[in-house]
Nanobody, 124 residues
Framework: EVQLQASGGGLVQPGGSLRLSCAAS????????IGWFRQAPGKEREGISC????????YYVDPMKGRFTISRDNARSTVYLQMNSLKSEDTAVYYC?????????????????WGQGTQVTVSS
């Protein structure tokens, strides 16, 4: 059974940091790209970052660049999203998803499996 388990969310003050994890099982992890998406209240789910099977990271939202870092550990079948200097506008449910073929895209329909999401709330 394919599973993606996103974790690491929580309540953090502006300027704080969180590290999200996406633990995968049930498929050949090293053959897949993993993307991170987020959905803020009242907004559509948007792609924010992706890491290819070769470990190349991409960031799709300009305000995020320089603050967020994506990485993967194939031995643990886990992708991480390190989020620093968090802002209130980063508040959202964060989802991870896997994409067969191993290359990155921001397009949601291109992803095969989805995790259940983890809530990130940035507030003082």
């Amino acid at each position: 059974e394919v599973q993606l388990q996103a974790s690491g969310g929580g309540l953090v003050q502006p300027g704080g940091s969180l590290r999200l994890s996406c633990a995968a099982s049930g498929f050949t992890f090293e053959d897949y790209a993993i993307g991170w998406f987020r959905q803020a209240p009242g907004k559509e789910r948007e792609g924010i970052s992706c890491i290819s099977r070769f470990g190349v990271g991409q960031y799709y939202v300009d305000p995020m660049k320089g603050r967020f870092t994506i990485s993967r550990d194939n031995a643990r079948s886990t992708v991480y999203l390190q989020m620093n200097s968090l802002k209130s506008e980063d508040t959202a449910v964060y989802y991870c998803a896997s994409r067969r073929g191993g290359t990155c895209t921001r397009s949601r329909p291109q992803y095969d499996y989805w995790g259940q999401g983890t809530q990130v709330t940035v507030s003082s």
